[in-house]
């Protein structure tokens, strides 16, 4: 075992465990964006960093090994001071507004707003680094572009995106090993794209959907719930989550059907599950419309999708 | 991997052997095809269609000759050996490579990478079991994990990886024609005894029949009546022909499904049923023997009712009223019952996240893996049998008229014939085709999408043509997703393997011809 303490308190953890998993042992959650249980972290957000008394840079807690002796400090001024800036880079450029970070801008006084009005969206795939023009410095630079819908069962709203790698490690060793996405350009350009920002459809892409599941911001969402959600009828609170096991092969992927108005509106697996480790292939996370008589989501309006649901007439049945 | 294409067909169960791979395993591919999952392979073996036994048997004979068995297991665990060596020693690998079309020194470094690595596993699926000899198939690969012991110890083992999500728990429930639940022999009379006592009811201490049994059955005028549930084998059945004509002669037909299915809609009676893993409660079985809980997330639609409640309801009208039966009480039944099911109660199956069989009690954790028994000192039970099998050709031969060797498959966003995966907007889906090498293409003057005519000694439909650079010359791929557009198995034949009852799916000879 390997004792430390986080914020005054002894830990005790196991050989390999990190400053992250040590804080969670003492019940003192910290906040991340970039790390998840299923995946090797990136420590890419930098919204976990922590102070470690003997080193000159805070540390991401998320990827730090925990070491006999460690002193650490997660709540100094250091340490939200960095946070602040950080979740205000984030929250300033990009929308947030998926991600479930409120509760922290207001917990670091964290004010985007500083930093100008938000500049206006702009195609952002291909560009390369000092080939666009240089800010005036008035207003936020931001992510903001066009969402991409160009495929049945992803949306992928980029604008929301904050280049935490948690789809591209998905995508790759982690889980599925497709390579279909990597990040692309440099800076503030950089982006994450398919191989020559091509299509989803024109590329290695084989719609597993791990990279929604893991996607910290909402920046890739199944197709259904970007209607649903457009449509204003996404409504978590109507939605019950039932475990059950996939109806395609042998392997026993366990499921959590996302069920609103009796209709699964999203699939996902259990973190906990060994069997998936949280990840699925398109059949088990896509191939559920045979038990829902609605119609196609693309094509018939959600409207009439869900009044068919609560009996207001319409198309559906069920 | 041998005859498995998991990389398509079990995508997450390939995700833990991709990070066997990043780890340093690493991993032999048999296949007819270079498959997504060849591609992954250290050494791919494109072995020809129904050749497995010369492979597996050359690959015994050079472990053998190698000194490199594992004399010490085969002695205190197995039976059968020198008659098994005396079998092998004909497989040279020079008589090998001429049969299988793998180069002899190929076979000879699986064989020896297999026989040296710690630990091993050797897993399959249909494109072992899809032959008219396909339980000699699979004891030529048992034969191998005999003799090298990677058999019943913990990183090694022989996995035929399942295809459908309780077609394990199918056959633990009992549904299988000589089984009771729990594999006990219904031609057994204690066995039977004990469910003839649970139920009050006198059980036929007769085997039945299996599902290609039964269509013969159907073609001596025998069976006149058949109740099925959630199949289609209007579709599924080799020699589709056959099986249509056949149904539709029965004098009554009952189906059971959540679809009015091609087979349904020749029925006399469809009972409308409920999907079980998201309409109903119950247990599944995975391929790991795992037994997991499925539940109720959705109201069924209509008159929708569970299998459950359809089969209880059926029992009351034939005057055994059950009364209402829920799926934890039929649970409990069966772990009264089945001995390796007993110590799963639904309250441990939740809190465990599910029970790997045989479980015996209630402090039992389960099997991770079997046949560890072959391990004591000294070993419990009767010893692992060798088992002496030959190479077999398959039964549709290739000559002149049909040259070309048809073999069938899965594609990753597609299952079986399409009836549940076909209502989702795949972005991968192609549809029904004739997958050729580009060799076989400029051969015949075909391209990418010409319709071509596939014609087999049964049948012939017309596909349009798909370039596959992963089908060598002489090899053809049809997937068995979409018979409406693509109907695979008017082609191949229902020459079946006696001790399975298994159709030779993976191997018929057809020609191609252009259309126009």
Partial sequence: ?318 | MWGSNARAAHPIFFHHVLRGIHNGARMYCVDPRRSESAQWADVWLGIDVGTDIALANAAGRVIIDAGLVNAEFIDRATVGFDAYAAAVEPYTLERAEEITGVPGAVIEELAIAYATAPTAQLCWTLGITEHHNATDNVLALINLALLTGHVGRYGSGLVPVRGQNNVQGGGDMGALPNKLPGFQDVEDDDARGKFEAEWGFTIPGKAGKHLTAMFDAMEAGELRALYVIGENPAQSEADAGRARRLLGDLDFLVVQDLFLTKTAETADVVLPAAADWCEAEGTVTSSERRVQRVRKALEPPGEARTDLSVIAALAAEMGHNWGPVTAQEAWDELRRLSPMHAGMSYARLEELGGIQWPCYDETHPGEKFLHSRLWLDPPEGRPAPFSAVQHAPPVDALDDEYPLRLTTGRYLDSFNTGVQSGGYESPLRIGGTIDLGPADATALGVAEGETVRVVSRRGAVEVPVRIDPGLRPGLVFMSLHFPDEADVNRLTIEAWDPQSGTAEFKATAVRIEKVG
């Fill in chain 1, 1 to 318: 075992m390997i004792s430390l303490t986080i914020d005054g308190v002894a830990v005790e953890v196991a050989e390999g465990a990190s400053l992250l998993d040590a804080c969670r042992a003492v019940a003192r959650e910290q906040p991340t964006l970039c790390h998840a249980e299923n995946l090797t972290p990136a420590n890419a957000c930098r919204v976990c960093v922590v102070e470690l008394e003997g080193s000159r840079a805070l540390v991401p807690a998320c990827s730090r090994e925990a070491e006999d002796g460690m002193v650490v400090a997660t709540d100094s001024e250091r340490v939200r001071h960095s946070r602040r800036m950080v979740l205000e880079f984030l929250a300033s450029s990009t929308d947030l507004s998926l991600a479930g970070v409120d509760a922290w801008l207001e917990d670091y006084a964290a004010d985007p707003g500083r930093y100008g009005p938000p500049a206006e969206a702009s195609a952002r795939d291909g560009r390369r680094p000092g080939h666009h023009p240089v800010p005036d410095g008035m207003r936020a630079e931001t992510v903001a572009q066009d969402v991409k819908v160009d495929n049945d069962l992803y949306v992928r709203d980029y604008s929301r995106c904050i280049l935490c790698y948690k789809c591209v490690d998905a995508c790759g060793v982690d889980a599925q090993n497709t390579f279909a996405i990597t990040v692309a350009g440099r800076g503030f350009d950089a982006t994450i794209s398919t191989e020559f920002a091509v299509a989803l459809t024109a590329s290695a892409c084989v719609y597993c959907g791990n990279c929604i599941g893991v996607c910290p911001t909402g920046a890739l969402m199944f197709r259904s719930e970007h209607e649903l959600r457009a449509a204003g009828l996404w409504d978590e609170d109507a939605q019950s989550v039932t475990r059950t096991v996939c109806s395609y092969c042998g392997v026993g992927c366990n499921l959590e059907l996302h069920v609103q108005e009796n209709r699964i509106v999203k699939v996902t697996s259990p973190m906990d599950d060994d069997i998936t480790s949280g990840h699925l292939c398109i059949k088990g996370r896509f191939g559920y419309d045979y038990v829902q008589e609605l119609g196609d989501l693309a094509t018939t309006p959600i409207d009439e999708v869900l009044a068919g649901v609560r009996g207001e007439g319409g198309t559906a049945a069920r």
